[in-house]
Protein backbone atom coordinates (compact mmCIF):
# COMPACT_ATOMS: atom_id res chain seq x y z
CA UNK A 1 0.00 0.00 0.00
CA UNK A 2 1.36 3.31 -1.18
CA UNK A 3 0.55 6.35 0.63
CA UNK A 4 0.80 10.33 1.06
CA UNK A 5 0.75 11.14 4.65
CA UNK A 6 -2.83 11.93 5.47
CA UNK A 7 -4.89 11.24 8.42
CA UNK A 8 -7.31 9.06 6.06
CA UNK A 9 -4.68 6.08 6.83
CA UNK A 10 -6.32 5.40 10.09
CA UNK A 11 -9.12 3.84 8.10
CA UNK A 12 -6.79 1.64 6.60
CA UNK A 13 -5.05 0.75 9.87
CA UNK A 14 -8.22 -0.42 11.31
CA UNK A 15 -8.83 -2.62 8.07
CA UNK A 16 -5.57 -3.96 8.26
CA UNK A 17 -5.71 -4.39 12.46
CA UNK A 18 -8.97 -6.42 11.63
CA UNK A 19 -7.34 -8.92 9.19
CA UNK A 20 -4.79 -9.13 11.65
CA UNK A 21 -6.49 -10.36 14.28
CA UNK A 22 -8.24 -13.03 11.52
CA UNK A 23 -5.24 -13.77 9.75
CA UNK A 24 -2.40 -13.29 11.67
CA UNK A 25 -0.07 -14.84 9.26
CA UNK A 26 -0.60 -11.90 6.40
CA UNK A 27 2.05 -9.21 6.27
CA UNK A 28 1.53 -5.49 5.21
CA UNK A 29 4.30 -3.48 3.22
CA UNK A 30 3.41 0.34 3.50
CA UNK A 31 5.10 2.75 1.59
CA UNK A 32 5.27 6.64 1.82
CA UNK A 33 5.08 9.32 -0.60
CA UNK A 34 3.58 12.06 -2.28
CA UNK A 35 0.72 10.98 -5.26
CA UNK A 36 3.48 10.70 -8.01
CA UNK A 37 5.44 8.55 -6.29
CA UNK A 38 2.41 6.22 -5.71
CA UNK A 39 1.37 6.32 -8.82
CA UNK A 40 4.75 5.46 -10.22
CA UNK A 41 4.76 2.41 -8.33
CA UNK A 42 1.57 1.42 -8.95
CA UNK A 43 1.96 1.91 -12.35
CA UNK A 44 5.02 -0.62 -12.11
CA UNK A 45 3.05 -3.67 -10.28
CA UNK A 46 4.99 -2.69 -7.17
CA UNK A 47 2.43 -1.70 -4.98
CA UNK A 48 -1.31 -3.74 -5.12
CA UNK A 49 -3.05 -0.23 -3.87
CA UNK A 50 -2.69 3.78 -3.27
CA UNK A 51 -3.79 6.47 -1.42
CA UNK A 52 -3.92 9.64 -3.07
CA UNK A 53 -5.46 13.06 -2.08
CA UNK A 54 -8.33 14.70 -4.21
CA UNK A 55 -8.16 16.55 -6.51
CA UNK A 56 -6.50 13.84 -8.81
CA UNK A 57 -6.22 12.26 -12.26
CA UNK A 58 -7.48 8.95 -11.33
CA UNK A 59 -9.00 8.45 -14.73
CA UNK A 60 -7.06 5.33 -15.19
CA UNK A 61 -7.22 3.01 -12.14
CA UNK A 62 -10.28 1.61 -10.54
CA UNK A 63 -11.16 3.49 -6.99
CA UNK A 64 -12.85 3.65 -3.39
CA UNK A 65 -13.67 7.31 -2.27
CA UNK A 66 -12.72 7.14 1.79
CA UNK A 67 -14.72 8.84 3.97
CA UNK A 68 -12.00 10.63 5.37
CA UNK A 69 -11.55 14.85 4.76
CA UNK A 70 -8.06 16.44 4.84
CA UNK A 71 -7.89 19.90 6.33
CA UNK A 72 -5.15 22.24 4.22
CA UNK A 73 -3.56 25.24 6.24
CA UNK A 74 -0.20 26.50 7.78
CA UNK A 75 2.59 25.31 9.96
CA UNK A 76 4.37 27.34 12.06
CA UNK A 77 6.39 28.18 14.61
CA UNK A 78 3.85 28.79 17.68
CA UNK A 79 6.07 32.01 18.46
CA UNK A 80 4.82 33.37 14.85
CA UNK A 81 3.15 36.69 14.60
CA UNK A 82 0.78 34.60 12.48
CA UNK A 83 -0.34 32.23 15.26
CA UNK A 84 -2.24 34.74 16.09
CA UNK A 85 -4.84 34.61 13.81
CA UNK A 86 -7.46 31.65 14.09
CA UNK A 87 -7.67 31.07 10.22
CA UNK A 88 -5.01 32.42 7.09
CA UNK A 89 -5.77 34.34 4.47
CA UNK A 90 -4.51 34.46 0.79
CA UNK A 91 -3.47 38.19 1.21
CA UNK A 92 -1.21 36.70 5.04
CA UNK A 93 0.93 34.33 2.48
CA UNK A 94 2.06 36.71 -0.30
CA UNK A 95 5.51 37.76 1.74
CA UNK A 96 6.49 34.68 3.74
CA UNK A 97 9.06 32.49 2.53
CA UNK A 98 6.79 29.04 2.13
CA UNK A 99 7.32 25.21 2.32
CA UNK A 100 5.32 23.03 -0.43
CA UNK A 101 4.89 19.60 -1.32
CA UNK A 102 6.37 19.27 -4.93
CA UNK A 103 3.15 18.64 -6.09
CA UNK A 104 2.45 22.01 -5.05
CA UNK A 105 5.39 23.89 -7.34
CA UNK A 106 4.45 21.78 -10.70
CA UNK A 107 0.82 20.78 -10.34
CA UNK A 108 -0.88 19.39 -13.14
CA UNK A 109 -4.09 21.44 -13.92
CA UNK A 110 -7.16 20.82 -11.57
CA UNK A 111 -4.15 18.32 -9.57
CA UNK A 112 -3.83 20.38 -6.96
CA UNK A 113 -6.23 21.84 -4.21
CA UNK A 114 -4.14 24.60 -3.18
CA UNK A 115 -2.78 25.96 -6.24
CA UNK A 116 -6.71 26.17 -7.46
CA UNK A 117 -7.36 27.33 -3.94
CA UNK A 118 -5.34 30.10 -3.99
CA UNK A 119 -6.05 31.47 -7.81
CA UNK A 120 -4.15 33.59 -10.49
CA UNK A 121 -1.87 35.02 -8.01
CA UNK A 122 0.18 31.81 -7.27
CA UNK A 123 2.81 32.87 -8.81
CA UNK A 124 3.39 35.86 -6.23
CA UNK A 125 4.14 33.80 -3.93
CA UNK A 126 7.86 32.89 -2.21
CA UNK A 127 8.19 29.37 -2.32
CA UNK A 128 11.38 28.75 -0.43
CA UNK A 129 11.92 25.01 -0.04
CA UNK A 130 9.81 22.07 -1.47
CA UNK A 131 9.74 19.11 0.00
CA UNK A 132 7.68 15.32 0.35
CA UNK A 133 6.96 14.38 3.40
CA UNK A 134 6.09 16.81 6.46
CA UNK A 135 8.36 15.17 9.16
CA UNK A 136 11.34 16.92 7.51
CA UNK A 137 9.32 19.91 6.51
CA UNK A 138 8.25 20.15 9.92
CA UNK A 139 11.72 20.30 11.51
CA UNK A 140 12.66 23.25 8.82
CA UNK A 141 9.96 25.27 9.74
CA UNK A 142 10.75 24.75 13.83
CA UNK A 143 14.56 26.06 12.71
CA UNK A 144 12.32 29.54 10.99
CA UNK A 145 13.27 28.59 7.52
CA UNK A 146 9.58 29.29 6.52
CA UNK A 147 5.47 28.43 7.01
CA UNK A 148 4.55 25.22 5.88
CA UNK A 149 1.36 24.66 3.65
CA UNK A 150 0.35 21.07 4.64
CA UNK A 151 -2.60 19.20 5.75
CA UNK A 152 -3.86 19.34 9.43
CA UNK A 153 -2.97 16.33 12.21
CA UNK A 154 0.60 15.02 10.04
CA UNK A 155 2.77 17.06 12.61
CA UNK A 156 3.08 17.77 16.51
CA UNK A 157 1.43 20.94 17.30
CA UNK A 158 0.36 19.64 20.38
CA UNK A 159 0.88 22.30 23.49
CA UNK A 160 4.40 21.45 24.33
CA UNK A 161 5.08 21.29 20.40
CA UNK A 162 7.29 24.48 19.32
CA UNK A 163 4.76 24.18 15.89
CA UNK A 164 1.30 25.26 15.54
CA UNK A 165 -1.41 24.79 12.82
CA UNK A 166 -4.11 27.50 11.56
CA UNK A 167 -6.89 26.02 8.87
CA UNK A 168 -6.74 28.61 5.63
CA UNK A 169 -9.76 30.63 5.23
CA UNK A 170 -12.12 30.19 3.26
CA UNK A 171 -11.63 26.89 3.98
CA UNK A 172 -9.91 24.27 2.20
CA UNK A 173 -10.87 20.53 2.35
CA UNK A 174 -9.74 17.40 0.35
CA UNK A 175 -11.08 13.99 -0.38
CA UNK A 176 -9.22 10.85 -0.27
CA UNK A 177 -9.39 8.20 -2.56
CA UNK A 178 -7.90 4.80 -2.52
CA UNK A 179 -6.50 3.44 -6.43
CA UNK A 180 -5.47 0.32 -8.02
CA UNK A 181 -4.49 -0.75 -11.22
CA UNK A 182 -7.92 -1.76 -14.12
CA UNK A 183 -8.43 -5.04 -14.20
CA UNK A 184 -5.69 -5.57 -11.58
CA UNK A 185 -5.40 -9.79 -10.46
CA UNK A 186 -5.06 -9.46 -6.63
CA UNK A 187 -3.44 -12.15 -4.29
CA UNK A 188 -6.47 -13.92 -1.69
CA UNK A 189 -4.98 -11.46 0.67
CA UNK A 190 -4.93 -7.89 -1.45
CA UNK A 191 -8.97 -9.20 -2.45
CA UNK A 192 -9.50 -9.68 1.42
CA UNK A 193 -8.05 -6.32 2.59
CA UNK A 194 -10.37 -4.70 -0.34
CA UNK A 195 -13.60 -6.50 0.75
CA UNK A 196 -12.89 -5.40 4.48
CA UNK A 197 -12.03 -1.94 3.67
CA UNK A 198 -15.24 -1.69 1.33
CA UNK A 199 -17.55 -3.00 3.89
CA UNK A 200 -15.78 -0.30 6.72
CA UNK A 201 -16.12 2.46 4.12
CA UNK A 202 -20.11 1.64 4.01
CA UNK A 203 -20.72 2.02 7.78
CA UNK A 204 -19.74 5.39 7.28
Same mark, same amino acid.
Given at each position: ????????????????????????????????????????????????????????????????????? $????????? $????????????? $???? !?? /???????????????????????????? $???????????????????????? *????????????? /????????????? !???????????????? !??? *????? !?????
Amino acid at each position: IGTGETDGMRQIARTANQIQREHPGIQFHVVSGDAMDVCERLDKGLLDFGIVIEPADISKYDALSLPAR $DVWGVLMRR $DSPLAAKERIEKA $DLLD !LP /LLCSRQVITPHPGENAFVDWFGEDFGKL $DIAVNYNLVFNAAILVEAGVGYAI *TLDGLADTSPESA /LCFRPLEPRLESG !LDIIWKKYQVFSPAAE !LFL *TRLRA !LVEQK
